[in-house]
């Protein structure tokens, strides 16, 4: 038991992470203002979920200028795919044990 | 013990919902298909009695490959066409943008515009493909391709909404096919397509989507 509790992520350990990660692995490729309205955030709270996830190398962030504005999309990196696929199955175990 | 089994089925519920709703168009009412496929069969009823009331069958309409092309029968026909597409989509906006509007759903976003390209590029290419059958006065392989291309659009765009969709593709695929081969029973698998497949599929995405909140 204490085993499986071990295996849960605790970088996935809030909603706002764990909608970022389902929505970068069922997408190439999101940018900022469709994850905001997605998610249903405030600019700086999403920026912040954000940075922590790049910090752990799970997100990719891009950015380029469209124009005069910049435009910022997020990718899910290999190692982040990983390990949201290893949260999700831990989940799923730590259901089925009990 | 950190977490409940509670919070563990809420985040497996709430990882698996924001999958879906990224990925996949769900706004698509059911009632699309059941109007959708009512103005199919009103029109083919219309087209059935003018093309009788010129003492024409289908089947003979279709294979005779007639030199001197009756333009004002052909007119009226694509006519009667257009009349069903042009209602079936303005229904199918109005369930669509209402049934978005009561999930609290964004019309217009990556999920839509995905759909719409998916669903639009095999059925243009279609349009295209028919006006040449015209052209050539291969009017008997028209009802069969318009079924064809229809259940490539269907079947394409079938991944980015309701997996039903899918299945109407695969379906009217099927009906094309046979129709390829049948030409003469062109006028019934086109009601049977585009009239009562519509219907049936309709009516299984309004139960399953539409009336649950």
């Known amino acids: 038991m204490k085993n499986i509790i071990e295996q849960l992520n605790k970088a996935f350990d809030n909603r ?8 970068l692995l069922v997408n190439e490729e999101v940018d900022f203002n469709e994850m905001k309205e997605r998610l249903d955030l405030t600019d700086g709270n999403l920026a912040s979920h954000i940075s922590a ?23 899910v990196s290999i190692l982040g795919k990983k390990a949201f696929q290893d949260h999700i199955k831990a989940l799923e175990k730590l259901l089925h044990k009990k | 013990m950190t977490k409940d089994n509670q919070s563990t089925l809420q985040d497996i519920h709430y990882i ?15 009632l699309t298909g059941v109007f959708a496929g009512c103005f199919a069969i009103i ?14 069958a289908y089947s003979e309409f279709a294979t005779s490959f007639p030199r001197h ?4 029968d052909l007119v ?19 369930f669509t943008i209402k049934q978005s509007r009561k999930k ?17 590029i095999p059925l243009l290419a279609g349009g295209v493909f028919c006006i040449a059958l015209l052209k050539w006065g291969l009017f ?14 269907c079947f394409n765009a079938g991944k980015y909404t309701h997996k039903e969709v899918r299945y109407l593709g695969i379906s009217e695929i099927t009906l094309g096919l046979i129709g390829v081969f049948y030409i003469g029973f062109g006028f019934e698998l086109w009601i049977l397509g585009f009239g009562i497949l519509h219907i049936l599929y309709g009516v299984i995405m309004y139960f399953k989507y539409d009336t649950k909140a």
């Not at chain 1, 706002?16 to 929505?23: A, E, F, N």
């Not at chain 2, 092309?69 to 004002?72: K, S, Y």
């Not at chain 2, 759903?105 to 639009?120: A, E, F, G, Q």
């Open chain 2, 69 to 72: 092309t009756m333009w004002d």
């Open chain 2, 76 to 94: 009226f026909l694509i006519a009667d066409a257009c009349i069903v597409a042009f209602l079936s989509i303005t229904c199918g906006l109005y």
């Open chain 1, 16 to 23: 706002v992470r764990l909608g970022i990660m389902s929505i």
């Open chain 2, 16 to 30: 698996k919902d924001m999958m879906e709703k990224s990925s996949r168009f769900i706004s698509l009412s059911g």
């Open chain 1, 53 to 75: 996830l790049e910090k752990l190398d799970y997100v990719l962030v891009k950015k380029e200028f469209v124009g005069k504005k910049t435009k910022t999309t997020y990718q």
């Open chain 2, 104 to 120: 609290g759903i964004k019309i217009w976003d990556s999920t839509s515009k995905r759909l719409l390209v998916n669903l639009m």
């Open chain 2, 140 to 153: 008997g392989l028209v009802a069969p391709s318009t079924l064809l291309f229809y259940g490539f659009a």
């Open chain 2, 43 to 56: 029109g083919s009823v219309v087209a059935y009695i003018y093309l009788g009331s010129i003492g024409s």
